[in-house]
Nanobody
Framework: QVQLVESGGGSVQAGGSLRLSCAAS????????MGWFRQAPGKEREGVAS???????TYTGSVQGRFTISGDNAKNRVSLQMNSLPPEDTGMYYC??????????????????WGQGTQVTVSS
């Protein structure tokens, strides 16, 4: 099991950028598939971005070209760079870890360990 702590959320105007970070402790995440998820009020949690062992990534369609997920093995951390944010990106953003895999996956059901989340609010 690994403990995950997200940071970097906040309030930003539409068109702005934020960088989320997920720090892991208790175990290494360098060999695990990692994902970022978000949940808006009244909506289900959805996968936003995932990175797998070897660096393969995948993104949900609405963030393709605007978000970038990256891993920092030396710091046991994964980040999510978010650019050109519209209000629709508002929500609680969660970091999660799955088992070892070379295939990224956006399905929340495949992840075992979750952080507490960081709020992102984009105003128009």
């Amino acid at each position: 099991q690994v403990q995950l702590v997200e940071s970097g959320g906040g309030s930003v105007q539409a068109g702005g950028s934020l960088r989320l970070s997920c720090a892991a402790s208790g175990n290494t995440i360098t060999d695990r598939r990692m994902g970022w998820f978000r949940q808006a009020p009244g909506k289900e949690r959805e996968g936003v971005a995932s990175i797998a062992l070897g660096g393969a990534t995948t993104y949900t369609g609405s963030v393709q070209g605007r978000f970038t997920i990256s891993g920092d093995n030396a710091k046991n951390r994964v980040s999510l760079q978010m650019n050109s944010l519209p209000p629709e990106d508002t929500g609680m953003y969660y970091c999660a870890a799955a088992g070892t895999s070379t295939i990224p996956d956006l399905s929340p059901a495949t992840y075992n360990d979750w952080g507490q989340g960081t709020q992102v609010t984009v105003s128009s």
